[in-house]
Nanobody, 124 residues
Framework: QVRLVESGGGLVQAGESLRLSCAAS????????MGWFRQAPGKEREFVAG????????SYADSVKGRFTISRNNAKDTMYLQMNSLRPEDKAVYYC?????????????????WGQGTQVTVSS
């Protein structure tokens, strides 16, 4: 059974950093196109960041550009989201996902496998 498991969420103060991890079991991530989404209370799930397995392209939502960085360690089948300069509006449940297309980074319907999510809370 293929699974994605996120970790690294928690409670931080505004301006601090967190690094989320997404570990895969049952499949390798080295040939998977991946992405991060988030869902705040009362809001729809939104795209945060995405990359291609080849490493050729990465894409970020405007709201996180310059603060968040997506990366991966294929040897460990793990993807990361480094989040710096966190803001209260970054509070959400963060999900990692495998994308079925090389592009369409921000299209939720392009993602075919999801993790269970990890909570990030930022206090002001």
């Amino acid at each position: 059974q293929v699974r994605l498991v996120e970790s690294g969420g928690g409670l931080v103060q505004a301006g601090e950093s967190l690094r989320l991890s997404c570990a895969a079991s049952g499949r390798t991530l080295s040939t998977a196109n991946m992405g991060w989404f988030r869902q705040a209370p009362g809001k729809e799930r939104e795209f945060v960041a995405g990359d291609q397995w080849s490493g050729d392209n990465r894409s970020y939502a405007d709201s996180v550009k310059g603060r968040f960085t997506i990366s991966r360690n294929n040897a460990k089948d793990t993807m990361y989201l480094q989040m710096n300069s966190l803001r209260p509006e970054d509070k959400a449940v963060y999900y990692c996902a495998v994308r079925g297309h090389a592009t369409s980074f921000d299209r939720e319907s392009a993602y075919i496998l999801w993790g269970q999510g990890t909570q990030v809370t930022v206090s002001s």
